[in-house]
């Protein structure tokens, strides 16, 4: 932490007046603090160690993605996705496919769906496992990371049987996924869903009950219904406050609307109702992935509209037809008409919102993502007011903000 060193006319308007004649400390929390979960700054200002006021200040990884998918063809554009929020790779690629599909209305078969839900379930709960193995970490709970990052290689492993990639794999396309699942896929996940819930009961028995951590979070940030809604706060955040709402029931997408899952609520809408919310989701994950398994119809695993879809290898080998047909789709990608669409699904964090609009060409006018960790980030603002700055530490980790997702 640094002392601000800038001009305080600067901040009028932002701050207390008791800042601007010295009453209060004005000091800098990051952009390199372990605790801020990435390249975030927050200009905090003090009265002793109580907080008056928390100005979160953005912008320092400006990877701008957004601009980057305007200059690439939609199929192109996919592997950019991963790369905003890197803990939920798999729900950036699906909000994209979802957009792209609406846009040039393009179908999806039943066995790529299925699989889709497959891989968003393992992508919550890969990232509520980075989610709770570092906000404990901050609290001081060592144990918890290194389980939690122990039962996330096995999901890594199984991104990798998928993608080739153990995090950025690009596996959700545009009509469906990449390939078909490889043969060792499905008992590698077998393995997963037997082994994985005595785990979360592990956590629960190391923290669930724990007087340290219940003193630490019971009450501490706490997010009004009413005040989250305002706020413009979703996911988790939201429904530890109570708020019963969650796009997968509420707008189903990917044939959602057929598993059978709860929604885990809260009562308080503190950092101890927005831990035990993620690890009720991750138990109701593996409900919806033990599903999904029964239910994996046969198929094809990718749509078969040619016009948007490139033809299978196999057919490389024995078709000139086929081959100028992938070479004119990877070079010139296809067009998609000058509309707008906007798509929203559940990610680990909140909603995550797609605005696309075509061109009429292969590349698209605009490309916007409402992603929940920036409007998380200027909600910090109002929920850490009047804590203590022993407690901001503990309430950046419970809204499990990406920076990845914000400075895009």
């Known amino acids: 932490m640094k002392q601000w060193e800038g001009s305080l006319?600067?901040?009028?308007?932002?701050?207390?007046?008791?800042?601007?004649?010295?009453?209060?400390m004005l000091l800098n929390m990051g952009p390199h603090h372990p605790s801020t979960h990435g390249v975030l700054r927050l200009l905090l200002e003090l009265d002793g160690e109580q907080i008056v006021t928390c100005l979160p200040d953005v912008g320092y990884l400006h990877t701008g993605i957004e601009k980057s998918i305007e200059t690439r063809t939609y199929e192109k554009a996919v592997p950019l996705t991963d790369r905003m929020d890197y803990l939920a790779p798999m729900n950036n690629n699906l909000v994209f496919a979802l957009a792209v599909e609406k846009l040039v209305d393009l179908d999806v078969p039943e066995r790529a769906q299925v699989i889709r839900v497959i891989c968003s379930e393992l992508t919550r709960i890969n990232s509520h496992l980075v989610w709770l193995?570092?906000?404990?970490?901050d609290m001081g709970a060592m144990s918890v990371f290194l389980y939690c990052f122990r039962e996330r290689e096995y999901i890594l492993d199984m991104y990798e049987m998928l993608g080739g990639q153990r995090l950025m794999s690009s596996y959700i396309r545009p009509g469906g996924v990449w390939r078909d699942i490889p043969e060792e896929f499905l008992p590698a996940l077998q393995r997963f869903v037997d082994y994985f819930p005595a785990k979360v009961d592990d956590y629960e028995k190391l923290l669930t009950n724990n007087p340290l951590w219940m003193d630490r979070t019971q009450g501490i940030g706490v997010i009004e219904p009413e005040e989250g809604i305002s706020l413009g706060v979703s996911g988790p955040s939201l429904r530890a406050s109570g708020v019963n709402w969650d796009i997968r029931k509420a707008q189903p997408y990917s044939g959602y609307e057929k598993y059978d899952f709860d929604v885990p609520l809260g009562q308080h809408g503190d950092v101890y109702d927005r831990f035990y919310v993620r690890v009720q989701e991750m138990r109701q994950s593996i409900k919806i992935i033990k599903q999904a398994m029964k239910n994996i119809p046969a198929g094809p695993f990718r749509s078969t509209n040619r016009k948007f879809v490139p033809p299978p290898r196999a057919e490389l080998g024995r078709s000139m037809e086929a081959v100028i047909h992938h070479f004119k789709l990877w070079t010139e990608g296809y067009s998609a008409p000058d509309q707008e669409v906007f798509v929203a699904i559940e990610s680990p964090r909140g909603e995550?919102?797609?605005y696309l609009h075509g061109t009429g060409g292969n590349k698209p006018r605009r490309v916007h993502f409402k992603t929940p960790s920036f409007i998380h980030i200027s909600a910090l603002g109002k929920i850490a007011e009047g804590h203590m700055i022993a407690d901001l530490v503990g309430i950046i980790g419970s809204v499990d903000i990406v920076l990845g997702d914000s400075d895009r």
């Open 352 to 354: 995550i919102g797609c």
């Open 133 to 137: 193995g570092t906000h404990a970490l």
């Open 9 to 24: 006319e600067q901040l009028r308007g932002l701050v207390s007046e008791r800042a601007m004649t010295g009453e209060t």
